[in-house]
C-alpha cells in the first residue's frame, strides 16, 4: 500500500471536508494517507504551486514517514508535477489524475472505458512538456492505471489522432443512446433518474426497488466503494398501483469533478435530461453531507437541470441514533429512508408515483377494440377502470400524463 502525504490549500472553512474526501479517493485506490498537510494561499509559489518553506516541511515528513507519494488536492501543471518531483524525490499526484485513476480502475463496459481513455488523454496533452519523466512510468501505481497505462507518445500530433478516434467512436454510441432514449420518452413509461454523490447508495437504492416491485429486472452492481457504478444502469419496477417506470442509476459526483472528466462523461449524464424526476440521494450519515448535496447541485446547474421535478433522499437513516432518527420528518420535496428497510422503499416508490402523478389529468376516453394496442399500452402505465362498453368500442376512465393526454387527445370524451 501506498503511503501519501496529502496537501492543499486553505481556500475556504471546506478544507478539512475536501481533505476528507481526498482521503476517500486514496483508500479507493488502496493507498493510504499518512500525514495532512494545509497552506494559506497568499504565499504560494508558481514554479512549486506551494511556498518554499512548505516544500521543505514536506521533505522532512517524507523521510520521517517513509511517504512514497504527494498528493495535491488541486490541478497542477506539467511543469509543476515535474518540479515537484525532481525536489521531492517521489512519485506526485494531483487530485484530477487521482480521480482519472479511480475510473480507470473501476471502468468494465467498452463505453466506460473510452470515455476514461478520452479524459486521460485530454488532462495529459497539455502537461507533455513536463511529464516525459511520469508518463515513462508503467505499472507504477497511483496516476498510471488503465488505458492510458501504455507509454504515451509524446508527439502532441499522435495524441490528438487518439482522442479524435475515441471521440469518434463515442459518437456512434451516443446516437444509439439517443435513440433509445427517444423511444424511451416518447412511450407511456414514467423515466425516474438516481444521481448522487459517490457510495451514497443509489445502486442499493435501485436493487431494494427492483426486489420489492417483483418486476423481475436484473439487479445491479452495488458495493461500498466510490465509483463502483460508471454507467448508467436503467430498470422496470412496478408501483403498488401495477402501473410501471424505468429507474435509471448513474455514475457518482464528487467535489470538483475534473472537466475533462464530465465532458468525456457527458453523453452519459445528458440522459438525465429525459427524466420526469430526479432522485437526489444523500448519505444522512456522512458528517460532510452539506459537501455533498452541494457538489450534486452544482453539477446538476451544469448540466441544466434545476428545472425538474426533484426529489432528495436522505438515504442511510439506520446509521444515525435514535433522538436523530425521531426528529426527522418527511416533506413534500423530502424523504427520510434506509435503503436497508423494506418499508422505507415501498414509502419511496409511493412518494415516486404521488409526484409523478400530481399533475395527472383524469378523463374519460372512447377506444375501440380494434384499438387493443392503445389499450395495453395505457394499462402499462396507468391504473385502467372500464366505465361500460358499447357495439364497437370500450369506455374507460384514467389520469394521463400531459404528454399522454396530448397524445392520445382524440380519444378523450369532452
Do not use: W
Not at 137 to 153: A, D, H, N, S, Y
Amino acid at each position: 500500500m501506498e503511503r501519501a502525504i496529502i496537501y492543499t490549500i486553505e481556500f475556504d472553512s471546506k478544507t478539512d471536508e475536501y481533505l476528507d474526501e481526498l482521503e476517500a479517493l486514496l483508500e479507493a485506490c488502496d493507498a493510504e494517507a499518512i500525514v495532512r498537510v494545509k497552506q494559506s494561499k497568499d504565499v504560494l509559489n508558481p514554479r512549486y504551486y506551494m511556498g518554499k518553506g512548505k516544500l521543505d516541511e514536506i521533505k522532512t515528513l517524507i523521510e520521517a514517514n517513509d511517504i512514497d507519494l504527494l498528493v495535491v488536492n488541486d490541478e497542477l501543471s506539467g511543469v509543476q508535477t515535474r518540479n515537484l518531483e525532481d525536489e521531492l524525490d517521489i512519485k506526485v499526484v494531483d487530485r484530477t489524475n487521482l480521480i482519472l485513476d479511480i475510473f480507470a480502475l473501476r471502468a468494465e463496459t467498452v463505453e466506460a472505458k473510452l470515455q476514461v481513455e478520452l479524459a486521460q488523454l485530454s488532462y495529459r496533452l497539455p502537461r507533455l512538456v513536463g511529464m516525459n519523466n511520469y508518463l515513462s512510468r508503467e505499472g507504477g501505481g497511483i496516476g498510471t492505471r488503465g488505458p492510458g497505462e501504455q507509454k504515451l507518445e509524446t508527439d502532441r500530433r499522435h495524441i490528438q489522432e487518439q482522442i479524435d478516434r475515441i471521440k469518434n467512436k463515442l459518437k456512434e454510441a451516443q446516437k444509439s443512446r439517443d435513440n433509445i432514449s427517444k423511444k424511451r420518452n416518447e412511450s407511456d413509461v414514467p423515466y425516474v433518474s438516481i444521481i448522487g454523490y459517490t457510495n451514497c447508495g443509489k445502486s442499493t437504492i435501485l436493487n431494494s426497488m427492483i426486489r420489492l416491485s417483483e418486476s423481475g429486472a436484473k439487479e445491479v452492481l452495488a458495493k461500498d466503494m466510490l465509483f463502483a457504478t460508471l454507467q448508467t444502469f436503467v430498470r422496470q419496477i412496478k408501483f403498488s398501483s401495477g402501473s410501471e417506470f424505468i429507474a435509471s442509476d448513474t455514475v457518482g459526483f464528487v467535489s470538483n469533478l475534473p472537466t475533462k472528466l464530465v465532458e468525456a462523461f457527458k453523453g452519459t449524464l445528458e440522459e438525465l435530461k429525459y427524466a420526469d424526476l430526479i432522485l437526489h440521494v444523500v448519505d444522512i450519515s456522512d458528517e460532510n453531507m452539506h459537501l455533498q448535496i452541494e457538489t450534486t447541485l452544482d453539477l446538476m446547474k451544469s448540466l441544466g437541470l434545476m428545472d425538474k421535478k426533484v426529489l432528495r433522499v436522505y438515504n442511510k437513516v439506520d446509521k444515525l441514533d435514535e433522538h436523530r432518527r425521531l426528529s426527522l420528518k418527511d416533506a413534500e420535496d423530502t424523504i427520510y429512508i434506509s435503503a436497508k428497510n423494506d418499508d422505507d422503499v415501498k414509502k419511496l416508490i409511493d412518494k415516486i408515483e404521488t409526484i409523478i402523478k400530481e399533475d395527472y389529468k383524469e378523463v374519460t376516453m372512447r377506444l375501440a377494440f380494434k384499438d387493443s394496442a392503445i389499450i395495453d399500452r395505457l394499462k402499462k402505465s396507468y391504473a385502467v377502470e372500464v366505465t361500460k362498453y358499447d357495439e364497437a368500442s370500450m369506455y374507460i376512465k384514467v389520469k394521463l400524463s400531459q404528454k399522454d393526454y396530448n397524445k392520445y387527445k382524440e380519444y378523450v370524451c369532452e
